[in-house]
Protein backbone atom coordinates (compact mmCIF):
# COMPACT_ATOMS: atom_id res chain seq x y z
CA UNK A 1 0.00 0.00 0.00
CA UNK A 2 1.00 3.25 -0.72
CA UNK A 3 0.99 6.60 2.01
CA UNK A 4 -2.54 6.66 1.23
CA UNK A 5 -3.75 3.54 1.47
CA UNK A 6 -4.06 2.90 -1.72
CA UNK A 7 -3.38 -0.77 -3.50
CA UNK A 8 -1.15 -0.46 -6.43
CA UNK A 9 -2.28 -3.25 -8.65
CA UNK A 10 0.35 -2.21 -11.31
CA UNK A 11 3.23 -2.28 -8.98
CA UNK A 12 2.26 -5.61 -7.62
CA UNK A 13 1.58 -7.17 -10.62
CA UNK A 14 5.18 -5.72 -11.16
CA UNK A 15 6.22 -7.73 -8.00
CA UNK A 16 4.50 -10.57 -8.68
CA UNK A 17 6.73 -10.78 -12.56
CA UNK A 18 10.31 -11.20 -10.56
CA UNK A 19 9.33 -14.40 -10.13
CA UNK A 20 10.63 -17.02 -12.83
CA UNK A 21 7.54 -19.30 -14.37
CA UNK A 22 7.44 -21.99 -16.58
CA UNK A 23 5.17 -21.79 -19.44
CA UNK A 24 2.25 -23.37 -20.37
CA UNK A 25 -0.83 -23.71 -22.87
CA UNK A 26 -3.61 -25.83 -21.26
CA UNK A 27 -6.04 -27.25 -23.78
CA UNK A 28 -9.75 -28.47 -23.43
CA UNK A 29 -12.67 -29.87 -25.96
CA UNK A 30 -15.95 -28.73 -24.96
CA UNK A 31 -19.21 -30.46 -24.60
CA UNK A 32 -20.37 -29.05 -27.93
CA UNK A 33 -16.74 -30.14 -29.51
CA UNK A 34 -15.66 -27.02 -29.17
CA UNK A 35 -11.43 -26.45 -28.58
CA UNK A 36 -10.02 -23.72 -26.30
CA UNK A 37 -6.78 -23.15 -25.48
CA UNK A 38 -4.81 -20.82 -23.54
CA UNK A 39 -1.29 -19.58 -22.14
CA UNK A 40 -0.86 -20.04 -18.43
CA UNK A 41 1.59 -19.57 -15.95
CA UNK A 42 0.00 -20.22 -13.05
CA UNK A 43 0.39 -23.78 -13.05
CA UNK A 44 1.54 -25.68 -10.04
CA UNK A 45 1.83 -29.47 -8.16
CA UNK A 46 -0.34 -29.80 -5.35
CA UNK A 47 -0.09 -33.21 -4.40
CA UNK A 48 2.12 -36.43 -5.46
CA UNK A 49 -0.33 -38.98 -3.44
CA UNK A 50 -3.17 -38.73 -5.09
CA UNK A 51 -0.71 -36.40 -8.23
CA UNK A 52 -2.93 -33.27 -8.11
CA UNK A 53 -1.66 -30.34 -10.20
CA UNK A 54 -3.50 -26.70 -10.29
CA UNK A 55 -3.81 -23.84 -12.53
CA UNK A 56 -6.27 -20.26 -11.95
CA UNK A 57 -8.24 -18.91 -15.03
CA UNK A 58 -9.69 -15.42 -15.07
CA UNK A 59 -13.36 -14.95 -14.79
CA UNK A 60 -13.71 -12.70 -17.40
CA UNK A 61 -11.89 -15.21 -20.07
CA UNK A 62 -14.19 -16.19 -22.93
CA UNK A 63 -13.23 -19.65 -22.88
CA UNK A 64 -13.84 -20.02 -19.41
CA UNK A 65 -17.32 -22.39 -19.42
CA UNK A 66 -15.19 -24.57 -21.59
CA UNK A 67 -12.72 -25.26 -18.91
CA UNK A 68 -15.20 -25.50 -16.18
CA UNK A 69 -17.68 -28.51 -17.61
CA UNK A 70 -14.62 -29.77 -19.83
CA UNK A 71 -14.47 -33.76 -18.39
CA UNK A 72 -10.32 -33.44 -18.94
CA UNK A 73 -7.55 -30.88 -20.00
CA UNK A 74 -4.12 -30.96 -20.84
CA UNK A 75 -1.18 -28.89 -19.43
CA UNK A 76 1.29 -28.49 -22.10
CA UNK A 77 4.79 -27.71 -20.76
CA UNK A 78 6.42 -25.56 -23.22
CA UNK A 79 9.70 -26.00 -24.55
CA UNK A 80 12.23 -23.02 -24.77
CA UNK A 81 11.75 -22.97 -28.64
CA UNK A 82 7.90 -22.19 -28.56
CA UNK A 83 7.64 -18.74 -27.85
CA UNK A 84 5.71 -18.43 -30.53
CA UNK A 85 2.89 -20.99 -29.60
CA UNK A 86 3.34 -18.97 -26.18
CA UNK A 87 2.01 -16.30 -28.24
CA UNK A 88 -0.29 -17.56 -30.50
CA UNK A 89 -2.63 -19.03 -27.26
CA UNK A 90 -1.95 -15.35 -25.65
CA UNK A 91 -3.76 -13.55 -27.92
CA UNK A 92 -7.12 -12.98 -27.07
CA UNK A 93 -10.46 -13.87 -29.10
CA UNK A 94 -13.77 -13.56 -28.49
CA UNK A 95 -13.77 -16.70 -30.98
CA UNK A 96 -15.15 -19.78 -28.98
CA UNK A 97 -15.47 -22.41 -31.83
CA UNK A 98 -11.67 -23.29 -31.88
CA UNK A 99 -9.59 -20.48 -34.14
CA UNK A 100 -6.33 -21.21 -32.48
CA UNK A 101 -6.19 -24.50 -33.75
CA UNK A 102 -7.27 -24.36 -37.51
CA UNK A 103 -3.55 -24.47 -38.68
CA UNK A 104 -2.03 -26.07 -35.73
CA UNK A 105 -1.41 -29.97 -35.91
CA UNK A 106 -2.00 -31.42 -32.51
CA UNK A 107 -2.99 -34.75 -30.69
CA UNK A 108 -6.13 -35.92 -28.98
CA UNK A 109 -5.44 -36.64 -25.39
CA UNK A 110 -8.01 -38.25 -22.92
CA UNK A 111 -11.76 -36.01 -23.12
CA UNK A 112 -10.66 -35.07 -26.48
CA UNK A 113 -8.22 -32.30 -25.18
CA UNK A 114 -5.27 -31.11 -27.91
CA UNK A 115 -2.13 -32.43 -27.35
CA UNK A 116 0.42 -29.72 -28.54
CA UNK A 117 3.68 -31.26 -29.88
CA UNK A 118 7.20 -30.68 -29.06
CA UNK A 119 6.32 -29.90 -25.23
CA UNK A 120 8.91 -30.67 -22.63
CA UNK A 121 6.42 -32.09 -20.45
CA UNK A 122 2.76 -32.91 -20.81
CA UNK A 123 -0.41 -33.48 -17.73
CA UNK A 124 -3.61 -34.92 -19.43
CA UNK A 125 -5.76 -34.35 -15.90
CA UNK A 126 -9.54 -34.47 -15.25
CA UNK A 127 -11.37 -31.56 -14.28
CA UNK A 128 -11.56 -32.80 -10.55
CA UNK A 129 -12.61 -29.63 -8.54
CA UNK A 130 -12.49 -25.67 -8.76
CA UNK A 131 -12.14 -23.05 -6.24
CA UNK A 132 -13.09 -19.09 -6.04
CA UNK A 133 -10.02 -16.98 -5.71
CA UNK A 134 -10.21 -13.74 -6.27
CA UNK A 135 -11.08 -12.72 -9.97
CA UNK A 136 -9.82 -16.04 -10.99
CA UNK A 137 -11.18 -19.44 -10.92
CA UNK A 138 -8.53 -22.15 -9.54
CA UNK A 139 -8.47 -25.26 -10.95
CA UNK A 140 -7.80 -28.83 -9.31
CA UNK A 141 -6.72 -31.75 -11.98
CA UNK A 142 -6.16 -34.75 -11.03
CA UNK A 143 -3.04 -36.03 -13.02
CA UNK A 144 -4.12 -39.36 -14.90
CA UNK A 145 -1.31 -39.60 -17.92
CA UNK A 146 2.09 -37.44 -18.49
CA UNK A 147 4.87 -37.55 -20.61
CA UNK A 148 8.17 -36.20 -20.39
CA UNK A 149 11.11 -35.01 -22.96
CA UNK A 150 14.87 -33.94 -22.45
CA UNK A 151 13.88 -30.52 -23.93
CA UNK A 152 14.81 -26.80 -22.07
CA UNK A 153 11.54 -24.99 -20.84
CA UNK A 154 10.35 -22.02 -22.00
CA UNK A 155 10.63 -19.55 -18.61
CA UNK A 156 8.77 -15.83 -18.32
CA UNK A 157 10.04 -13.47 -16.14
CA UNK A 158 9.81 -9.84 -15.90
CA UNK A 159 7.69 -9.21 -18.70
CA UNK A 160 10.12 -11.37 -21.22
CA UNK A 161 10.65 -14.77 -22.04
CA UNK A 162 13.76 -16.49 -20.45
CA UNK A 163 15.85 -19.33 -21.24
CA UNK A 164 17.83 -21.19 -18.76
CA UNK A 165 21.74 -20.79 -18.67
CA UNK A 166 23.91 -23.55 -20.57
CA UNK A 167 26.64 -24.71 -18.83
Known amino acids: MNAEG ?26 NDEL ?15 PLVLWSLSLYSPALAVFQHCSHYAINVLAADQADLSEHFARPTKDRTGEKFHTLKFDTGMGGAPLLPG ?3 RFECRNETRHAGGDHLIFVGLVEKFMREERAPLLFQGGQYRRLATP
Open 6 to 31: HFDTRAFRSALGSFATGVTVITARGA
Open 36 to 50: AGLTVNSFASVSLDP
Open 119 to 121: CCA
